[in-house]
T-cell receptor, first 116, second 114 residues
Framework: ETGVTQTPRHLVMGMTNKKSLKCEQHLGHNAMYWYKQSAKKPLELMFVYNFKEQTENNSVPSRFSPECPNSSHLFLHLHTLQPEDSALYLC???????????????FGEGSRLTVL | AQTVTQSQPEMSVQEAETVTLSCTYDTSESDYYLFWYKQPPSRQMILVIRQEAYKQQNATENRFSVNFQKAAKSFSLKISDSQLGDAAMYFCAYWSGTGNQFYFGTGTSLTVIP
């Protein structure tokens, strides 16, 4: 296992379904992120967790619910999504607040979500 | 808020040739970091190169180099001796140096022609 892994890689769900995206990082980092990537738009930061505490929530609709049980795992719980929520969801991690803080984000391969 | 603009949605380059991807940004800060990330098709986004704003010298990583013009708020990426493996989406990003807020551009899709 290396870097940041995301599961599932692809997910198709109906608007009434409940599903979860999972992210795991094996880098010993203390910060984890969820980004939404849509075509022809900048990456949108959704949530940030530092040392398991949520530090950023960029006005994300409540149908997206993050969970960070420990510094290595991050979940994104999905329920009653809309078709416009279809996108690539990227997880990332970084090492914050130390002399090794280089600002580099380490990304997973993403979870491609399609909402029907 | 800071903004990052990539005005070239798509670019192409002949294999072994040189290509330059453009990026401009807007900020009122004097210290910050700029990045170029590469996202190959269906693969992880990875860091290509990083530039600290307080450094006047342009960053270089093998075939990748930047042209950092702080006054003009411009940060272009030059890829020399382009290879087929360079084909990817390239994202320019800004970080203030503290906190967790990174600002990304919309990306440039680079095609390498054999």
């Amino acid at each position: 296992e290396t870097g940041v892994t995301q599961t599932p890689r692809h997910l198709v769900m109906g608007m009434t379904n409940k599903k979860s995206l999972k992210c795991e990082q094996h880098l010993g980092h203390n910060a984890m992120y969820w980004y939404k990537q849509s075509a022809k738009k900048p990456l949108e930061l959704m949530f940030v967790y530092n040392f398991k505490e949520q530090t950023e929530n960029n006005s994300v609709p409540s149908r997206f619910s993050p969970e960070c049980p420990n510094s290595s795992h991050l979940f994104l719980h999905l329920h009653t999504l809309q078709p416009e929520d279809s996108a690539l969801y990227l997880c990332a991690s970084s090492q914050e607040g130390t002399s090794g803080d280089t600002g580099e984000l380490f990304f997973g391969e993403g979870s491609r979500l399609t909402v029907l | 808020a800071q903004t990052v603009t990539q005005s070239q949605p798509e670019m192409s380059v002949q294999e072994a040739e040189t290509v330059t991807l453009s990026c401009t940004y807007d900020t009122s800060e004097s210290d910050y970091y700029l990045f170029w990330y590469k996202q190959p098709p269906s693969r992880q986004m990875i860091l290509v190169i990083r530039q600290e704003a307080y450094k006047q010298q342009n960053a270089t990583e093998n075939r990748f180099s930047v042209n950092f013009q702080k006054a003009a708020k411009s940060f272009s990426l030059k890829i020399s001796d382009s290879q087929l493996g360079d084909a990817a989406m390239y994202f320019c990003a800004y970080w203030s140096g503290t906190g967790n807020q990174f600002y990304f551009g919309t990306g440039t899709s680079l095609t390498v022609i054999p």
